[in-house]
């Protein structure tokens, strides 16, 4: 919110005197003297005006996990076993998921409390691919590439999918790179050659690769400098 927003909500002052402490250079953000009213503060910010505390900055906090089958893809559900489950009870509080994947699908799986970060990782005009290891009941044809190179109507949406990147591995086996993530997406893209998914595992997304040492239902804190990658 807005720094001058902050001070009157949190602190013995009203807008007005927010404004004034703030051109007296009473307020720090981060232990650095701030005048701006509209500074924008973050959750992870630490905020004081003289000796008194707004806040003390939540710090942000960025996880890998290897998703294994048989879990969804949520923070909390009434059924099923979530990604929030394999985490310690301490890591868990505050986080959400930088994009999803479907219930038997393996893979890099994202955590974070912080949000413009997973939105700079997950949305499609950040133009960060998501790379993909497909493994499927049919053989897979030549021609897929050059289909999925032009994009693919959706019909249920109405609109045609972002060029997406094919690369046969093997008759049934393929690597399939797409900055975006839709509903069953990939699943569809094969679907269009009625040739069914059997095997779906994420290997990437932009630059952060899945740690080949952790095994699946295994997690790491992201190192800082794969958050600066983002």
């Known amino acids: 919110m807005r720094l001058d927003r902050l001070i009157a909500l949190r602190g013995p002052f009203n807008r007005q005197q927010a404004r004034l402490v703030l051109a007296q250079g009473r307020v720090l953000v981060n232990g650095q003297v701030c005048r701006e009213p509209a500074h924008e503060v973050s959750a992870f910010d630490r905020a004081e005006v003289d000796e008194h505390l707004l806040q003390a900055g939540e710090p942000a906090r960025y996880y890998m996990l290897h998703k294994p089958t048989g879990c969804v893809s949520a923070t909390s559900d009434p059924r099923h076993r979530t990604v929030l489950d394999l985490l310690a009870p301490e890591h868990r509080l505050g986080l959400h998921l930088a994009g999803r994947l479907d219930y038997h699908t393996t893979g890099l799986l994202i955590l974070t409390n912080d949000g413009q970060w997973s939105r700079r990782l997950t949305q499609p005009g950040s133009q960060q691919h998501k790379r993909y290891r497909v493994y499927t009941e049919q053989p897979i044809g030549e021609h897929y590439a050059e289909v999925f190179a032009q994009g693919l109507y959706f019909a249920y949406e109405g609109l045609t999918t972002q060029p997406a990147t094919l ?15 839709r509903y069953h997406q990939v699943k ?26 952790l095994q699946p239902g295994q997690y790491r804190a992201l190192t800082a400098e794969e958050i600066e990658q983002i």
Do not use: K, W
Not at 167 to 181: F, K, W
Not at 190 to 201: C, D, K
């Open 188 to 213: 569809r893209m094969f679907g269009h050659f009625q040739n069914r998914v059997t095997g779906l595992h994420r290997l990437s997304m932009g630059p952060l690769l899945l740690d080949p040492a």
């Open 167 to 181: 690369v046969r591995l093997g008759s049934h086996m393929a690597e399939l790179s797409l900055v975006e993530g």
